[in-house]
Nanobody, 128 residues
Framework: QVQLVESGGGLVQAGGSLRLSCVAS????????MGWFRQAPGKEREFVAA????????YYADSVKGRFTISRDNAKNTVYLEMNSLKPEDTAVYYC?????????????????????WGQGTQVTVSS
């Protein structure tokens, strides 16, 4: 079993920055693709960013492209989400997710059902 713990959320003014971290523990002997999602009150969980197992490939939702950066440190079993130029519409609970299996070929996943493990979430609130 794998546990994911997010941190780094908080309250920030519009235009500000935050850096989220997600540490994986448990059966993390193999690095697999990971992603960040978010869910605002009354809305469905939506894709934010994804990163391949090596970190060599990344992909972003159009709404965050150019403002957010996903990265990972496999030696630390940690994935990061650097968020800049934050907007009030970025307010949500942010979740990291991890796949259980290693995939050959394209290693980027944007659907919640593609992931097997989820963190508990961290709140990000952007004030105007």
């Amino acid at each position: 079993q794998v546990q994911l713990v997010e941190s780094g959320g908080g309250l920030v003014q519009a235009g500000g920055s935050l850096r989220l971290s997600c540490v994986a523990s448990g059966r993390t002997s193999s690095s697999t693709a990971m992603g960040w999602f978010r869910q605002a009150p009354g809305k469905e969980r939506e894709f934010v960013a994804a990163i391949s197992r090596s970190g060599g490939s990344t992909y972003y939702a159009d709404s965050v492209k150019g403002r957010f950066t996903i990265s990972r440190d496999n030696a630390k079993n940690t994935v990061y989400l650097e968020m800049n130029s934050l907007k009030p519409e970025d307010t949500a609970v942010y979740y990291c997710a991890k796949r259980a299996s290693i995939s050959l070929g394209v290693d980027i996943y944007t659907r919640p059902r593609d992931y097997d493990y989820w963190g508990q979430g961290t709140q990000v609130t952007v004030s105007s």
